[in-house]
Structures are given as structure tokens and as C-alpha cells.
């Protein structure tokens, strides 16, 4: 079949062949949708994704394990899975939620709080480290004794916790901005993968030549994934 003869086919049965592409799509995003309720694919990503970023953050301790268990430790009571099954908009929350027990007791986890708040400045992170037993005890320390020197070192206190503080709610929003995108990107692959693959099996058998078997195949594949989308439009719409 030369190009005329697959438009003039494609004109004459267009609706049958939309037909099949949005089954195929649907179909696609079914099978992806039981995947991902089924099976811990969410958890294997985020575990990974965590854990490289937290190997690219905290290059200077590299102690993976031990700053990855400690973060579970505070945001969920070291339940592994219940932390990685989590969406990542709740899986970031958690980790807010951990960061803020290690801001408040930064001697006790300084691993967690140094890789959670990379790139701040050391002197600010090293000034609250220092702040023994808890930041809590340390204002109410400075706050006891008033003179100017205690008035003084409140204030760098204050600032070091605000300035970490707010590098460490920075790192997190990059956390979940990256970690979404790749969730995202990885779904809309396999979706036209996956799409692709059913169109060629199930015109296998079809009388249609290959160009309008190829076209039906990459045509379900780019649909699959907005298939996708706007069920998870209507979904957050219930």
C-alpha cells in the first residue's frame, strides 16, 4: 500500500480506527493502573530516588543506611514501608515533619540535619549542632541570663535556625519537584510502550497492512498517556 492508498484507507474507516486506538489506550491504562495499585512500584522508586539523593546531599558523611534510617526513625516510627507507599506530596510532608525533631534536637541528629539542609551555610548548622541539649533549653538558656552578650548570641541563634530552616523546606520542594517529574516521565514511557506493544499483538492477526498496523500502534501510544492523565484529573476531582 503506497501513502495515497493508506489516506484514502484511513479517510474512508477513521472512526473504526479511532475506535480501536482509544480501546487500546484505555486498556493500557487499565493494566498500569492495576500495576501500580497491585504491586510496591511506587515503593522501589522512591526508596531508589531517596536514597540517591540522600548519597548526592550527604557526600561528605556517606553513611546512606544510617541517615536513611534515621530519617524513618522520626517521620514514621521506622516503618519502612508505610513511609515509601506514601505519595510523594505525603512522603515530603513526612519528611518536614522529621526535620523539624532534628531541628529541635540538632546534637542528636546532625547526619539528618547536615544532609537535610545541604549547601546552608556550615557556620549556622554548626552553630546550632553546638547547641546543647536542645534548641529549646538553649533560648530559654540565653533568655535566663539576660545581658547583651546573651541578647546577642539569641539573636545568631534565631537566624542560624531560620536560615537552616529555610534550606532545609528548599531542599524538600526540590525533593518532590524531581521526584514527581520522574514518577511522571516513567508512566507516560511505559504507557506508550506498553499501548505500542498491545496494537501490534492485537492487529496481528487483521487483514490491515503494516503502514495502518504501525499507525493504529503509534497513534494508541501517544494517547495512552493523556488516557492516563485525565484520569487522574477526574480522580482528584472526586
Not at 40 to 47: E, G, N, V
Not at 76 to 92: K, R
Request: aromatic share 8%; net charge neutral; proline share 3%.
Amino acid at each position: 500500500m503506497n501513502i495515497g492508498e493508506f489516506v484514502q484507507d484511513l479517510a474512508d474507516s477513521w472512526l473504526n480506527y479511532l475506535a480501536g486506538i482509544v480501546a487500546l489506550s484505555a486498556v493500557t491504562m487499565a493494566i498500569l493502573q492495576t500495576a501500580k495499585d497491585l504491586l510496591p512500584i511506587r515503593r522501589a522508586f522512591q526508596r531508589r530516588f531517596l536514597r540517591r539523593w540522600i548519597a548526592r546531599k550527604c557526600q561528605e558523611s556517606g553513611d546512606v543506611e544510617s541517615i536513611e534510617g534515621s530519617l524513618i526513625d522520626l517521620a514514621t516510627d521506622g516503618e519502612v514501608h508505610a513511609f515509601y507507599d506514601l505519595p510523594i506530596e505525603q512522603l515530603c510532608g513526612q519528611i518536614a515533619a522529621a526535620s523539624q525533631i532534628a531541628l529541635d534536637f540538632p546534637a542528636q541528629h546532625e547526619k539528618l540535619l547536615r544532609c537535610l539542609a545541604a549547601r546552608a551555610p556550615r557556620h549556622f548548622l554548626d552553630e546550632l549542632i553546638h547547641a546543647q541539649p536542645s534548641m529549646r533549653v538553649a533560648f530559654e538558656e540565653l533568655q535566663r541570663r539576660d545581658s547583651a552578650e546573651s541578647r546577642a548570641q539569641l539573636e545568631q541563634l534565631a537566624e542560624a535556625k531560620a536560615r537552616v530552616t529555610h534550606q532545609i523546606q528548599r531542599n524538600i520542594d526540590a525533593l518532590q519537584i524531581a521526584a514527581t517529574y520522574q514518577w511522571k516521565f516513567g508512566f507516560q514511557i511505559a504507557s506508550f510502550v506498553l499501548s505500542f506493544v498491545l496494537a501490534l499483538v492485537a492487529t496481528s492477526s487483521s487483514t490491515w497492512p503494516w503502514a495502518t498496523r504501525l499507525f493504529v500502534a503509534l497513534s494508541s501510544g501517544f494517547l495512552a498517556p493523556i488516557a492516563r492523565d485525565l484520569q487522574a484529573r477526574l480522580q482528584q476531582v472526586k
